[in-house]
């Protein structure tokens, strides 16, 4: 009987694990030079089947997507950080239009460069969600070198 009880405590204890580590959405990043003092930061979300992102525009602050960039002498940030037009849906529930992503969305960010060779550090906090749940919000720091 103990080990009934102990084989269904690990089963269970596996499957919580498990379901922590659902992550439904990969970032990566590339940067282009357009001059030599110009360049554009490419940011690429792509969600899995089902799973949709919030955009920078929601009203509600913990599903807002928001690019925060390192301060630095090295480069500076040109205007916000530009995104699609996201789908736009009417929630019942929680009485209000949500703005979203799915499958895949590009970001981009201009800069003007002060030194050719920089290193830019940049926050990206967001939340997923699919139909059922939505995960907690959560954040990324990508260090992008550009040269």
Request: aromatic fraction near 12%.
């Amino acid at each position: 009987m103990k080990k009934h009880i102990l084989l269904l405590l690990f089963i269970s204890i596996a499957y919580s694990v498990k379901a922590q580590l659902v992550k439904p959405i990969t970032w990566s990043y590339y940067v282009k030079k357009t001059t030599k003092t110009d360049a554009i930061l490419y940011f690429k979300a792509k969600l899995d089947k089902g799973w949709h992102m919030y955009a920078q525009n929601v009203k509600s602050e913990p599903m807002r997507l928001k690019f925060n960039y390192m301060p630095s002498k090295e480069f500076v940030i040109i205007g916000k950080t530009w995104q699609p037009k996201p789908i736009i849906k009417y929630d019942k529930v929680i009485k209000m239009e949500l703005a979203y992503f799915e499958k895949e969305v590009v970001f981009t960010q201009k800069l003007k460069l002060i030194k050719p060779n920089t290193l830019i550090t940049a926050k990206v906090e967001f939340m997923v969600c699919n139909e059922v749940s939505c995960l907690p919000s959560d954040e990324i720091t990508l260090k992008i070198p550009v040269r």
